[in-house]
């Protein structure tokens, strides 16, 4: 069980950030996984006061403050229209709806948790983050820094002319994914995510020729190169197997507009 000391509902960004130096204080967003954890929290921050909770959308990108829940971005209109209801597809399954009212897209980024659904989705999208201190990266590096004291404020979808496919298997409605995959076309090409592998999401790119006219061979090659674990939920040959599928399936979908599988 963890315990909180005192809970300080941050009134500015700054101040949250000089709290969040402190390795005993913590970053509190819909608290969903932060609970089920032993921490002993002296100063638990509270992000829900500073305005965090909007998807705005300007001509260049859509900006998610990190406070945005799973939900929110599950019935946002534009933003699934936009993605072809990729972002819906990703969080649909997670747990259940009261549970997705309380977990944020911050929450769920800054963990880079090698089940995420949401973390997996976006890697295939043109995605950055924004960081209180270092400022905007892309999702792709965030992926691969250590967890530090900065804060998330932001995720930016970038607007292109892509069109999105999400895919999952669970063993059981609502677990955490066996595997997961995002297919992204553009008009300069391909790019792939496959998570739950069981560790996180990691991205691959693709043209637009390989993939049509070699479409095995291509998503073999990629495969090939990634490491595929074991664990309660599955093997790693039945993971790689079905990242095959899923990715082929993703494919399709967006090749027939969603209208062959
Ligand atoms: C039982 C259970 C099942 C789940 N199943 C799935 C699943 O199937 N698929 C899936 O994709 N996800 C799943 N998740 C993960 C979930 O969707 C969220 O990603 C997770 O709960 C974290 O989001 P949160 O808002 O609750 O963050 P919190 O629990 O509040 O915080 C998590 C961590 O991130 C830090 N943090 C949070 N926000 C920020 C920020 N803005 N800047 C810096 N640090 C920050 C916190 O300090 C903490 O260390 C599951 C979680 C649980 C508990």
């Known amino acids: 069980m963890y315990s909180i000391k005192e809970y300080v509902i941050a ?34 921050i509270d992000l829900s006061k500073l305005g965090l909770n909007k998807i705005e959308e300007n001509d260049e990108e859509f900006q998610l403050g990190c406070m945005v829940s799973l939900r929110q971005m599950e019935l946002d ?33 800054w963990g880079r948790f090698g089940f995420s659904d949401v973390l997996t989705c976006m890697l295939a999208m043109d995605t950055e983050v924004e960081l209180y201190k270092a400022g905007r990266i892309s999702l792709a590096d965030f992926v691969n820094m250590k967890p530090d004291n900065d804060i998330l404020v932001k995720v930016i979808i970038k607007k292109n002319d892509g069109k999105a496919n999400y895919q999952a298997l669970r063993n059981a409605a609502t677990d955490f994914p066996v595997i997961a995959c995002c297919a992204v076309k553009k008009s300069d090409g391909w790019s792939f995510s496959i998570g739950a592998k069981p560790t996180k999401a990691v991205r691959y790119t693709a043209s637009l020729e390989d993939i049509q006219n070699n479409m095995d061979g291509t998503l073999d090659d990629i495969l090939e190169k990634i490491t595929f674990g074991t664990n309660t939920r599955a093997s790693k040959e039945y993971r790689k197997a079905m990242a095959k599928v899923l990715l082929k399936r993703a494919i399709k979908n967006i090749e027939t507009d969603g209208q062959e599988v």
């Open 11 to 44: 009134t500015t960004l700054e101040e949250a950030y000089n709290l969040n130096q402190k390795k005993t204080n913590r970053i509190i967003a819909g608290n969903m996984w932060l609970r089920l954890g032993n921490a002993n929290i002296v100063n638990a």
């Open 77 to 109: 209109e534009k933003l699934n229209d936009y993605t072809k209801n990729a972002l819906r597809d990703c969080v649909k399954d997670i747990v259940g709806t009261q549970f997705r009212n309380s977990a944020t897209v911050g929450g769920s980024i």
